[in-house]
């Protein structure tokens, strides 16, 4: 029976074929063990793969992707894999990569109802609500929307920045180092929103925690 899922299988058997003829030890050194430096954290859409868009070869990037790319602070699977991210593997740079034409973004800025979907998408809806007065003065709407793509990013590196476990890696040296990137799907190009941060200063106060460290 031709089914489109063979081709994946297929596809698996020519890549390492390939990968084997220009790299005899890829996957003997890969199975020893993986030291990325960077934690991913993009959007599903199938069209912002990680490691292609950055040439990159696997163990690399470790990877956390979710509808919009969301750092939400109720979500065990993301927030375990930063946590792994930050204090096993030492990551040195985290980046949230949004991506322009982003369905779950542009879903958040529209009054209709997706059903489940929704619960999702007001985590994106309460990032409007925060930037609502630069949002609301853009008339145009796909300029709108492009701009919220990149405060969303923003919020979410925001986000990392209150993890406590993340400023309490920041107490004892300079890394992690949080990124804002923006991948535009039409020519294929990242770009980098300049927000780069490695501290809670920023941050409202409230989000600031205090020092577990003992005071000499
Ligand atoms: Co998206």
New binding site residues.
């Given amino acids: 029976m031709p089914d489109k899922y063979q081709n994946l299988l297929d596809g698996n058997m020519k890549w390492v074929e390939n990968t084997m003829k220009f790299s005899p030890d890829f996957f003997k050194k890969l199975a020893e063990g993986q030291h990325p430096e960077f934690l991913w954290i993009g ?3 199938s069209r ?1 793969p990680a490691e292609e868009i950055t040439n990159t070869l696997p163990g690399s990037i470790f990877v956390q992707r979710n ?3 969301m750092v939400v602070h109720t979500d065990t699977n993301l927030l375990s894999v930063v946590y792994y991210a930050v204090k096993v593997l030492k990551v040195k740079h985290i980046i949230v990569c ?2 322009y ?5 542009l879903a958040a800025m529209t009054n209709n109802n997706f059903g489940f979907l929704d619960n999702w998408l007001l985590n994106i809806k309460d990032v409007y609500r925060i930037h609502c007065k630069e949002l609301d003065a853009i008339k145009d709407e796909k300029t709108r929307g492009e701009r919220f793509v990149e405060l969303n990013v923003l919020e979410q590196v925001n986000n990392l920045a209150k993890v406590s476990f993340i400023q309490e890696e920041w107490e004892n040296g300079e890394f992690p180092y949080i990124h804002g990137w923006v991948y535009h799907i039409d020519d294929g190009v990242i770009h980098n929103l300049e927000l780069t941060t490695n501290s809670a200063k920023k941050l409202n106060p409230v989000y600031r925690y205090e020092s577990n460290k003992v005071k000499k």
């Fill in positions: 959007c599903s859409d912002v509808i919009a790319n949004g991506h034409g982003c369905g779950g973004v």
